[in-house]
């Protein structure tokens, strides 16, 4: 095969989300106390070191829509979940919190962590949350923890436990295809957005009556896309590969059959302008890419672009990669990334708007 470009955009078709809805995001949020406030359930940073990939879909209809009225949800989706960015993470350990003072009302530890994501569906039937936790909280609340990781459990049923309190660690459990947390509250039944207060049958854009505490609200706000992982691979990145934090080497040597320059990112929607690009130690354009999503809002997406290796291998030096989401005319997202070829070198940059 000639030493050609490779401009290659994969949707992943398993996580799709609703088309934005194009109304108001603005929400007003009252100064009232609500029944009960609720901590961060989770030992990471919004927007940095983990990302609310989808909230509760309050459409009661057979549409979707996130409390902003956009498609960062999926129909029926009653909890927020809390993304890390990969098994990686997962492995070396991130806490689950209670997110309010209770007494554990129910707990599931045992189940096998990745069942689902590696097409055992049949094996997560009836346990689509996996590991779990519920805790019941005074005057009806309830809050629902789920896909849990295997045996990380702390907590025992009928314990007391208290606000913060590290109760277990995210996994990779029961009917989902990424590592994350999902956090479900209730009240006397109902299914309740956190952050609004609304149940799901209010629809979005109410006036909200948020039920985080100031300090989980501070790191809370609403992220419609953002970068899940970027890297540099010698082959065609592979998603589960992705996903299990593979792709962390960065030796890559002068006879590496190709450089390929990989990014994942959530919340994707119709019209979305992205730009790759792969650059040489000289400063020459080695590959690039630019094109419009032309298909409905996509909850996770990925893309890559690359170059085979030239006759007589890669010059050694620094290699500079970029990614680009343009929205509505302005960058919404920007990743730069050096690397060396015959030698280790991992610099990025971001800079989001």
Not at 50 to 78: A, F, I, L, S
Not at 265 to 273: E, T, V, W, Y
């Amino acid at each position: 095969m000639p030493n050609m470009l490779v401009r290659i955009f994969f949707i992943l078709p398993f996580l799709t989300a609703g088309a934005s809805a194009g109304a108001s995001s603005q929400v007003a949020f009252e100064e009232e106390t609500p029944e009960i406030l609720f901590v961060l359930p989770i030992d990471c940073i919004p927007g940095e070191t983990c990302y609310v990939q989808n909230y509760v879909d309050v459409e009661p209809n057979r549409r979707w829509r996130d409390y902003m009225c956009r498609g960062m949800t999926y129909d029926r989706h009653k909890g927020t979940d809390f993304r890390i960015p990969s098994r990686r993470e997962m492995d070396a350990g991130v806490s689950v919190f209670a997110a309010a003072d209770g007494r554990v009302k129910g707990i599931r530890r045992s189940e096998e962590d990745g069942l689902f994501i590696n097409g055992d569906k049949q094996a997560v039937e009836g346990k689509e949350c996996g590991n779990g936790i519920i805790i019941a909280h005074e005057n009806g609340w309830e809050t629902q923890y789920c896909h849990l990781k295997q045996n990380s459990i702390r907590v025992s049923r009928g314990q007391k436990v208290t606000s913060g309190m590290a109760i277990a660690s995210v996994g990779l459990s029961g009917a989902t295809e990424f590592t994350h947390l999902h956090f479900e509250v209730r009240h006397n039944g109902n299914t309740i957005d956190p952050f609004t207060g609304a149940t799901t049958l209010e629809g979005c854009n109410v006036s909200a009556l948020s039920h985080w505490d100031i300090s989980a609200r501070a790191f809370l706000n609403y992220i419609p896309s953002g970068v899940l992982n970027q890297g540099v691979a010698t082959d065609i990145p592979d998603n589960m590969a992705i996903e299990s934090g593979q792709y962390s080497s960065l030796q890559f040597e002068t006879d590496a059959p190709s450089l390929i320059y990989f990014v994942r990112i959530f919340g994707l929607r119709p019209g979305d302008i992205q730009e790759l690009s792969l650059t040489d130690p000289q400063g020459a354009e080695l590959a690039h890419n630019s094109a419009a999503h032309k298909g409905p809002h996509k909850a996770q997406f990925f893309s890559y672009i690359g170059k085979k290796r030239p006759e007589g291998g890669w010059p050694e030096g620094a290699y500079t990669v970029q990614y680009n989401l343009i929205r509505n005319g302005q960058t919404l997202l920007q990743r730069d990334l050096t690397f060396n070829v015959g030698e280790t070198l991992w610099e990025s940059q971001d800079n989001d708007e």
